[in-house]
């Protein structure tokens, strides 16, 4: 079965760009969407279809998809940023979330 | 406004059966596939089943297959994720979202916890 690796922890200083990776066999060949979740809360939609961004997410995030890995980028970081963030992608009928990337925000 | 609210969640003894309800409003829900993933307590997302807009095509994660059954009534706006033979395992926070192009998920319920205990 298909799997998507993500590391399970980053950090990253207020104002710096953090970037979050997701590997994948030959993930560059499908599409790659990303979801942030706060504490609490439902998980929301930050990138779809590798880079595009979802009417009302800041444009700080980012995101691109090449070869094996997908990456998450946000640039000038901000402590409302601080979250969990998931990858995930479609796969022979099968949806495939990557295990989550813990995103501090120092 | 798009709005999801799951409901049927709580406490069932292992082998026993629950069915989940997701009702839908603010957009036209028959024009939408639909999913259900659950997170377990401190874990991450996991992907349970679709069903696409008409019902004619579903599909399940291999741990739910012939366990967990899928369903929508898109004249009540509702979705439906009938469980059975529950397992401690299954025990998570169960979210209905909706799909759009390329199987993302655009609008996500608030959830409802199913605990899976004797």
């Known amino acids: 079965s298909y799997e998507l690796t993500q590391p399970p922890s980053a950090s990253v200083s207020p104002g710096q760009t953090a970037s979050i990776t997701c590997s994948g066999a030959?993930?560059?060949?499908?599409?790659a969407c990303w979801y942030q979740q706060k504490p609490g809360q439902s998980p929301v939609l930050v990138i779809y279809q590798d880079s595009k961004r979802p009417s009302g997410i800041p444009e700080r995030f980012s995101g691109s998809n090449s070869g094996n890995t997908a990456t998450l980028t946000i640039s000038g970081t901000q402590a409302m940023d601080e979250a969990d963030y998931y990858c995930q992608a479609w796969d022979r009928s099968t949806v495939v979330f990557g295990g989550g990337t813990k995103l501090t925000v120092l | 406004e798009v709005q999801l609210v799951e409901s049927g969640g709580g406490l069932v003894q292992p082998g026993g059966s629950l069915r989940l309800s997701c009702e839908a409003s603010?957009?036209?829900?028959?024009?939408?596939?639909m999913n259900w993933v659950r997170q377990a307590p401190g874990k991450g997302l996991e992907w349970v089943s679709y069903i696409s807009s008409s019902a004619s095509v579903i599909y399940y994660a291999d741990s739910m297959k012939g366990r967990f059954t899928i369903s929508r009534d898109n004249a009540k706006n509702s979705l439906y994720l009938q469980m059975n033979s529950l397992r401690a395992d299954d025990t998570a926070v169960y979210y209905c979202a909706r799909a759009t192009t390329y199987y993302v998920f655009d609008y996500w319920g608030q959830g409802t916890l199913v605990t899976v205990s004797s």
């Open positions: 030959k993930l560059g060949d499908k599409f």
């Open positions: 603010g957009f036209t829900f028959s024009s939408y596939e």
